[in-house]
């Protein structure tokens, strides 16, 4: 069955850094990108960065641009989002989903798999 697997959530203090993988069991004719979200209490879901397949392209959030870092590895049909200069209002959960990435599009979308999500908390 299809599914996305989101791993390495955790609490941090502001300032620190996390390290999230996202496995991917999709069959690769039902996607060409990957994206990930987030959603803190109360706030709408937000798109955090996606990447194409191949890695050619990727999108970023403006809240996170310069900050947070999305790359494949291929090895192990994931993605990673690096997440530095974590700040309070990083604080959610995250999810990835698998889609796909329309041409002359800026991001990814058409998600048709999402994963069940890792908690990501910032303190001050």
């Known amino acids: 069955q299809a599914r996305l697997v989101e791993s390495g959530g955790d609490s941090v203090q502001a300032g620190g850094s996390l390290r999230l993988s996202c496995a991917v069991f999709?069959?690769?004719?039902?996607?060409?990108?990957v994206g990930w979200f987030r959603q803190a209490p109360g706030k709408e879901r937000e798109a955090v960065a996606s990447?194409?397949?191949?890695?050619?392209?990727?999108y970023y959030g403006d809240s996170v641009k310069g900050r947070f870092t999305i790359s494949q590895d291929n090895a192990k049909s994931a993605v990673i989002l690096q997440m530095n200069s974590l700040m309070p209002e990083d604080t959610a959960m995250y999810y990835c989903?698998?889609?796909?990435?329309?041409?002359?599009?800026?991001?990814?979308?058409?998600?048709?798999?999402w994963g069940q999500g890792t908690q990501v908390t910032v303190s001050s």
């Open positions: 989903a698998a889609g796909n990435w329309a041409r002359g599009a800026m991001a990814c979308g058409q998600y048709n798999t």
């Open positions: 990447i194409l397949n191949g890695g050619d392209l990727a």
């Open positions: 999709v069959a690769t004719y039902k996607y060409n990108c």
